[in-house]
């Protein structure tokens, strides 16, 4: 059974802008932390990737990465590595970029194409062997990484009914999550030389925005148009199949277009009514921890945890830094 719950809180965490970070010419559609340093990539309108990291007390942008896309970045995500960045774009491509050490500079290595139209997410699988990818034309693509920056198409895969919002693989596993805007959550899995859909799940009453997975990948939270979180948990470790065991209801008076799972095992938020909330996790229940109002002066588009550091990406065409106080 699902538990669904609306409750009362005291405001347990807190969230103090560290700083607030402007350049971007455009709505920021994407933030996310490198896996490997304290660098933040920011992605958006204006078809530019902006990373930025701390220099002495300064927040500063070190690199703006442009040229790869024609059109919007929806998303921006690096390889496990850190020495790769790959966007999803409205002009339909994946583009790839490659940090050259010998050179300090990021290279555009390739450009995937494929897709009918804009491509809405693209996510990295944790061993960096595959890259994924999804578009507006309801396909979910998987790419294998070969040599010389080079990328194949594994498996095109065709079984959401509607435009595709967001890919994301499983921390540990070759298992892939896609949501769409048919208000399905649909689990891939390699059989052979394929990839194939194993497992759909229903809950939501309307367009799936994102998912993220805890650490261990044994839980993902989704968010939706629908205004509400789901949690999902993992029965059985040698199964693909999640089942619903909470719904975050109440708490949201708009649409919620992004979350994140923190190592420090917060979730948070991003929410079209301009505000970031910040839960925490307990068994398989969020319990509402804090809620960032008018966190920007439009949209919360995106965000993305680097232990106690938040960073946040919206409609004001800002970049926004918070560490997280317990």
Known sequence: TTLLYTIKFEQMTELVEEVALTGHKGQVWSVAWSPTSATLASAGQDKTIKLWRKEGSKWVC?????????????????????????????????????????????????????????????????????????????????????????????????????????????????????????????????????????????????TVWSVAFNETGDQFVSCSDDKTLKVWCREDPKSPKYVCKSSVCGYHTRSVYDVAWGRNGYVATACGDNSIRVFEHQGSVLLLSHVQQDAHSGDVNSVSWKDDLLASGGDDETVRIWRLKT
């Open 62 to 206: 070190v690199t703006t990465l442009e040229g790869g896309n024609t059109r919007t970045i929806r998303q921006v995500a690096w390889s496990p590595c850190g020495n790769k960045i790959a966007t999803a774009s409205f002009d339909g491509t994946t583009s790839v970029w490659e940090y050259d050490p010998s050179s300090r500079l990021w290279d555009l290595a390739t450009t995937l194409e494929g897709h009918e139209n804009e491509v809405k997410s693209v996510s990295w699988s944790r061993d960096g062997d595959y890259l994924a990818s999804c578009s507006r034309d309801k396909s979910v693509w998987v790419w294998e990484a070969m040599e010389e920056d080079d990328f194949e198409c594994a498996s095109v895969i065709q079984v959401h009914s509607q435009d595709v919002k967001r890919v994301v693989w499983h921390p540990t596993e070759r298992l892939l999550l896609s949501a769409s805007y048919d208000d399905t959550i649909k689990v891939y899995k390699e059989f052979g030389d394929d990839w194939e859909c194993c497992d759909s799940l229903s809950g939501h009453s309307s």
